[in-house]
């Protein structure tokens, strides 16, 4: 299935300049949603990965029917302020300014193989920053799995470190 196909172009949104890459088609249309959930567990089947985690919020329209399929956890990765228990968290660079994330202290055991998978690569550094919470509570990242990645943008130039699986590629 030809997945460029099923994602809607939005110009100009959020902003002047911008061309969004709507994946909410993707999630109205079954088939093309359970393509791309098969391309990603297919991908991840023989890696013994344990747990997926997760990006807030789109990464867990995707992770969980990964996670499910695999018979394995899923675990969020969250805004500060999001989670009930007790977190670690990391502070990652915006474009203009600072955010943080998220995850609940006990969510990875040392030792687990993750695969963190998320709708969309970017710049990289929410990817970058969720892969550094996995690690400082002792989890491997084993791979990261995206739907879309804007290659312009050189995401996976932060990610080096790492297997980068993408399903869809635009240069914006």
Do not use: W
């Not at 911008?18 to 991840?44: H, M, P």
């Not at 600072?98 to 969510?107: E, M, N």
């Not at 995401?155 to 399903?167: A, E, F, P």
Request: aromatic share 8%.
């Amino acid at each position: 299935m030809n997945l460029k196909d099923k994602i809607r172009i939005v110009e100009n949104f959020p902003k002047e300049g911008i061309s969004f890459k709507d994946i909410t088609t993707i999630l109205q249309d079954g088939e093309a949603f359970r393509s791309c959930i098969d391309e990603i567990v297919n991908y991840l089947k023989d890696k013994n990965i344990d747990v997926i985690v997760g990006p807030e919020a789109r990464g867990f329209l995707f992770g969980t029917p990964v996670a499910y399929e695999l018979g394995i956890g899923f675990v969020p990765v969250r805004k500060k302020g999001k989670l009930p228990s007790e977190t670690i968290e990391v502070e990652y660079q915006l474009e203009y300014g600072t955010d943080i994330l998220q995850v609940h202290k006990d969510a990875i055991k040392p030792g687990q193989r993750v695969a963190i998978v998320d709708d969309l690569l970017a710049t990289g550094g929410t990817i970058e920053s969720a892969a550094k919470l996995v690690e400082k509570i002792g989890g491997k990242v084993v791979t990261m799995n995206f739907v879309v990645e804007l290659t312009d943008l050189k995401g996976r130039d932060k990610l080096n470190d790492y297997d980068v699986q993408t399903l869809v590629e635009y240069n914006i």
